[in-house]
């Protein structure tokens, strides 16, 4: 069974950086692409980023998305955090090497990790 783990949320002030992770379980990590949503309250779950196998990635934003194969972890730097930011912060995963932006193509979600971002 697939599992996602996040951590490294928090609250923290405008123009200050937080480290996100998620850590994965139950399936050939450095095979398979990864990516981070957001949801804010009220609003639908968006992309953040998404990085393939291989590494490559694409940002929405200021942020950046690295893995570590290795450790079979994700994560998500980011950085001149603004309260526009604030949301519930999730980490997904597809059954494909690829990266994509779209929703539906991720079929293991984590539990998610809130980060707030005061003015």
């Known amino acids: 069974q697939v599992q996602l783990v996040e951590s490294g949320g928090g609250l923290v002030q405008a123009g200050g950086s937080l480290r996100l992770s998620c850590a994965a379980s139950g399936r050939t990590f450095s095979n398979y692409a990864m990516g981070w949503f957001r949801q804010a309250p009220g609003k639908d779950r968006e992309f953040v980023a998404a990085?393939?196998?291989s590494g490559i990635s694409s940002v929405k934003g200021r942020f950046t998305i690295s893995r570590d194969n290795a450790k079979n972890t994700v994560y998500l730097q980011m950085n001149n955090l603004k309260p526009e930011d604030t949301a519930v912060y999730y980490c997904?995963?597809?059954?494909?090497?690829?990266?994509?932006?779209?929703?539906?193509?991720?079929?293991?979600w984590g539990q998610g990790t809130q980060v707030t971002v005061s003015s």
């Open positions: 997904a995963t597809t059954p494909s090497r690829y990266y994509t932006s779209s929703l539906r193509e991720y079929d293991y």
């Open positions: 990085i393939s196998w």
